[in-house]
Nanobody, 123 residues
Framework: QVQLVESGGRLVQAGGSLRLSCAASGRTFGAFAMGWFRQATGKERELVASIGPGDTRTYYADSVKGRFTISRDDIENTVALQMNSLKPEDTAVYYC????????????????WGQGTQVTVSS
């Protein structure tokens, strides 16, 4: 079992930056791919970025490439999402997720989820 707790979501102005953090506890953190998903009102949950297992393989959605950076610390069991140049369309609930394999964009195939943190970008 893996428990995930996100933090860092808040209201920010367009063009600003925000850093989301996810703390994991439970089983071997390093063996999991970690991902950040988001879900805007009325839309399906989408994979924003993923990393690992380890820190060698990353994925970014086209909409966030060059603006968002995912990183992980397998000693502290944390994963972070640095979000720069935020846009109103980035507004969503952001979820941390873990998968005991490599990433997939299919959210139904991820094994563990956090409770989500709200990010609101004002124009």
């Amino acid at each position: 079992q893996v428990q995930l707790v996100e933090s860092g979501g808040r209201l920010v102005q367009a063009g600003g930056s925000l850093r989301l953090s996810c703390a994991a506890s439970g089983r071997t953190f390093g063996a999991f791919a970690m991902g950040w998903f988001r879900q805007a009102t009325g839309k399906e949950r989408e994979l924003v970025a993923s990393i690992g297992p380890g820190d060698t393989r990353t994925y970014y959605a086209d909409s966030v490439k060059g603006r968002f950076t995912i990183s992980r610390d397998d000693i502290e069991n944390t994963v972070a999402l640095q979000m720069n140049s935020l846009k109103p369309e980035d507004t969503a609930v952001y979820y941390c997720a873990a998968r005991q394999s490599y990433y997939t964009i299919n959210y139904r195939s991820w094994d563990y989820w956090g409770q989500g943190t709200q990010v609101t970008v004002s124009s």
